[in-house]
């Protein structure tokens, strides 16, 4: 039968828990030196060990070689500990066992001495939801309790214990896992697996785990069931979480230095479509900007789990800001994010929120057209920029003439040469590239409204390029061929149209 991961490669002794020395190193002492305490209390957040390290201290205290730091997993009372059916261990959930009937329950068991262990052992979980009532009948037995008891008490929330609780207890702080050591993990699961993972992968998922081996772990067992050959790679990931790539977030952090709402409106849009969690989107957008700030005081990059390409890059945008910008912009992001759950429209309300931030710290003022002179930018548009925008200038044609958006949509952006962009047609399109030809003017003037810039469209049949000539003056009559008389007739049927006149006749 399967055994998830999370529970196949638990640690079984204290030397397999990670993350934890300070723990495991004072309980290791403590049994060795016969200073066992009858109450512990193990706080942290979730997947850090907790109940792990309750069951490995019960075994080491109920072993039949110890009490023992180093808990043989052979015998008996070991294999059923490890098991879950030792019946002097009792794991009890103190969520659904909350009320002082259950706790009265347990305080007349405590009484009787165990059927075949040294100690019995109340690992209680989750404790801090046991009523205050609950709380108090426990109280008398955790002050006095007999010899032969110990209570291990695991929480996530210290802070709703009561305190009389609190004092009889030894307390032990679990730490969130450091992103490396959840690594070295990962990589040590995933050789044992026969998987093949990428480093940048596992390091991305050990991130989104924040502290939590567990969680990385059951992360990873999706991966592998995710994949395909049983290899991971980052998309995989990023498809799987529902995470942003870097690049994205490069790219938006360009637009607001560069003041290109066009592009950002376009990034957006596209996230908001493939279905993106906007919430891990701000999270994300969160840490890029957090990584920003300390790549520009000089933060070593070995402190922030970045490579030296992307410190490279961070770098480089940390320059278009001061720090007290930074400071603002971080805080807005940590505020809108504990928001953007709550809110009904939530893309409307992110795409605004991303338009405040281009509009407050823009790095450049979009030129003002001028009669006389023509519009000029400070940043070079590439093709990818145009591809994201054209279905909008699409669009926008339409609105102006819904024929030549027709023809405009055979075609396809085939390249962006400084002020020119090329338009690429099929040879059995020469109809459409003709009338896009004529009308290039609406489609240049649209471009230059959406980049503040002025562009020339030209024309091309598959590989050749070629230059738009202008329409032809009025008296160059020519005779149409068959062909170009059905295409007529097939644009005037789909749009309802009529011929008014010819020119030249």
């Not at 109920?62 to 500990?81: A, L, R, V, Y």
């Not at 320059?319 to 930074?326: D, Q, V, Y």
Request: with cysteine.
């Amino acid at each position: 039968m399967y055994v998830i991961l999370a529970r196949k490669y638990r640690p079984q002794n204290f030397e397999e828990v990670i993350g934890q020395e300070h723990i495991t190193r004072t309980l290791a002492r403590a049994i060795t030196s016969g200073r066992i305490a009858s109450a512990y209390l193990f706080a942290g957040q979730r997947g850090v060990g907790k109940t792990s390290l309750a069951r490995i201290l019960a075994k080491a205290l109920n072993c039949e070689k110890g009490p023992t730091p180093n808990p043989c997993n052979q015998c008996d009372s070991c294999k059923e500990i490890t098991a879950g059916n030792n019946i002097d261990v009792l794991e009890i959930d103190g969520a659904s066992n909350r009320g002082i009937d259950q706790i009265r329950d347990l305080r007349e068991n405590v009484k009787f001495i165990p059927s075949k262990s040294r100690f019995k052992i109340y690992i209680i979980d989750e404790v801090h939801m046991l009523t205050t009532e609950a709380f108090n009948a426990l109280l008398k037995t955790l002050e006095e309790p007999p010899a032969h008891i110990k209570f291990i008490f695991a929480t996530t929330q210290p802070e709703r214990i009561i305190p009389t609780i609190l004092s009889r207890c030894q307390r032990f702080d679990f730490k969130p896992i450091k992103t490396a050591e959840i690594l070295v993990r990962l990589k040590n699961i995933s050789e044992r697996e026969n998987v093949k993972a990428e480093e940048e992968a596992l390091k991305k998922v050990a991130l989104f785990s924040s502290g939590s081996l567990r969680d990385a772990i059951s992360t990873l067992d999706q991966l592998i069931s995710f994949s395909e050959e049983d290899k991971i790679d980052l998309a995989e990931v990023n498809d799987l979480l529902g995470l942003t790539e870097e690049e994205v977030y490069f790219k938006i952090v360009e637009t607001i230095i560069n003041n290109n709402p066009v592009s950002l409106f376009a990034i957006t849009h596209k996230l908001i479509s493939q279905g993106k969690d906007l919430g891990c989107f701000f999270t994300g957008l969160l840490g890029y900007f957090r990584n920003i700030l300390l790549v520009k005081e000089n933060i070593p990059s070995s402190l922030l789990d970045i490579n030296a390409q992307s410190r490279e890059s961070l770098k480089e945008q940390s320059g278009n800001f001061s720090s007290e910008e930074l400071f603002q912009i971080i805080e807005r992001i940590f505020l809108f994010r504990g928001e953007v759950a709550k809110e009904e429209s939530a893309s409307i309300a992110s795409e605004v929120f991303l338009f405040s931030l281009l509009k407050d710290f823009s790095k450049k003022t979009p030129p003002v057209e001028e009669k006389t002179t023509k519009p000029t930018t400070s940043y070079v548009i590439s093709d990818e920029e145009i591809k994201e925008v054209w279905p909008l200038v699409l669009e926008e044609v339409k609105e102006n003439k819904k024929a030549l958006e027709a023809c405009l949509r055979e075609g396809r952006i085939k390249k962006v040469e400084d002020e020119s962009v090329t338009v690429e047609f099929g040879r059995k399109y020469g109809f459409h590239k003709e009338m896009v030809g004529k009308n290039r003017k609406i489609i240049e003037e649209i471009l230059g409204k959406k980049f503040s810039k002025k562009f020339t469209v030209k024309t091309a049949f598959g590989e050749q390029e070629e230059e738009i000539e202008p329409s032809k003056p009025a008296g160059s009559k020519r005779e149409l061929t068959l062909e170009e008389e059905k295409k007529i007739k097939n644009i005037l049927d789909l749009f309802g149209g009529k011929i008014a006149s010819r020119k030249g006749e």
